[in-house]
């Protein structure tokens, strides 16, 4: 749910779940065949791990970081892993590089640029869930365009900063 300033922007586990069901039939429908997907770390594993099973291929993991002070809510240097883990071989061929969002853009066009740079692979496209109008990449797939650039609060963040102490009262009857 998008606030009536456009400043925030809700998602529950329902609608995650239904918007990245929604990004891998977008993927889908454009008939676009792809040998390997390779997700950023840490927004894009759940999507990416999603598409991964949908489409039946192997899933790779980057991280990257640009997000520290605030608890994630301010952008900083990105930080980018010298080493994509893979389950077996390289990345290499047609690869999908899945991540949960293109917000300013920075991470994306940067590792679109790196991955461009490698040789073994054929092909690139990128899938997120949602792009904002103020990105200075726009991925090839995504299910939401958001004109303001509202901060997406997305259900696992209750997780960030809790502590196991604080799980464990979850459960206390």
Known sequence: MLTDDGKHLYVSWDEYHLLTERLALKVHASGW????????????????????????????????????????????R???????????????????????????????????????????ITELRSAVIWTKQVSAYTPDYYCEMLETSPWIHQPFEEYDGMGPEALAKKFVV
């Open 33 to 76: 065949e792809f040998d390997q997907i390779l997700c950023l770390a840490r927004g894009g594993m759940r999507p990416g791990d999603v598409l991964s099973r949908v489409f039946d291929k192997p899933l790779g993991i980057m991280s990257t970081s640009s997000y520290r002070a605030e608890a994630g809510t301010i952008q900083g």
């Open 78 to 120: 990105l930080d980018m892993a010298k080493y994509i883990t893979m389950p077996k071989g390289e990345l290499a061929g047609r690869v999908l590089l899945v991540d949960d969002l293109a917000d300013s853009g920075v991470t994306l066009k940067a590792v679109v640029e790196r991955l461009r740079g490698m040789p073994s």
